[in-house]
Structures are given as structure tokens and as C-alpha cells.
């Protein structure tokens, strides 16, 4: 297990990216994004039903909904998760043929997609 601290553009609040084992039994779920809430509390960062990205309150499960990515890194001041195409077969995923989204915060406590590069899907 290893963790990485950054610092992301506009949010109040650090991120750690922990990657290592979370259950799954393949590569598509071995990294969780963790900040904190409104509540102050701290939780996995996982999809909201606006399309951005914030603590959730929950921890990190192994489940597709968890919030688990391939990976997730911080690079200029953005977050990047890299996440495994679902056009290729599970033994593909790594290298060139990730998705890759990079966020930003919005001063609220949330994560906004920035821009996407690697494969569209």
C-alpha cells in the first residue's frame, strides 16, 4: 500500500491517493482518491450524480460504485484517474490503453473534469 499527497487546484482540502489491494482480484481497482467533506470528515472521493467528483463519506469498497480507479496521480496541480477502457478485455488495461480524466476543484469540495486524453472510453 502507498500513499500520495497533493495539492489540487481550488479545493480547500488536500488529496491522498492510496493505491494497493481493495479486494478486487485484477488491475481495474487498485487506487482510491480521499479528501474531506463538508462534514470535515475523511472519506473516498467517488462520482456524483452531476458528473463531478467529492468525498463521498464512505470508505472504499469493492464494488464497481466504490470510487476505485487503474490509478490515480496529481500533475500540475490536477488530479488524474486513470480508469480501464471498457472497449478492451481486462488483460489489456494498462499503457496507452487507459482513459484518462484530469480534475480540478470548483472552491466547493468538489472535483471538476478539467480534460480527458487516452482513450475516449
Excluded at 488491475?27 to 470535515?40: E, F, H, L, P, R
Aim: net charge neutral; aromatic share 8%; glycine share 14%.
Amino acid at each position: 500500500m502507498t500513499v500520495t499527497g497533493g495539492r489540487v487546484e481550488n479545493m480547500p482540502d488536500a488529496v491522498f491517493a492510496v493505491h494497493g489491494s481493495f479486494g478486487y482480484n485484477d488491475v481495474s481497482g487498485s487506487a482510491a482518491a480521499y479528501t474531506t467533506g463538508a462534514d470535515g470528515k475523511w472519506s473516498v472521493i467517488k462520482e456524483l450524480p452531476n458528473g463531478n467528483i467529492a468525498a463521498s463519506g464512505q470508505l472504499a469498497t469493492d464494488t464497481m460504485t466504490s470510487g476505485l480507479e487503474y490509478g490515480i496521480y496529481f500533475r500540475s496541480g490536477l488530479m488524474e484517474s486513470a480508469r480501464c477502457s471498457i472497449t478492451l478485455s481486462l488483460s489489456q488495461c494498462g499503457g496507452p490503453n487507459l482513459v484518462l480524466k484530469f480534475w480540478r476543484g470548483n472552491g466547493r469540495g468538489e472535483l471538476v473534469l478539467d480534460h480527458r486524453a487516452g482513450l475516449p472510453r
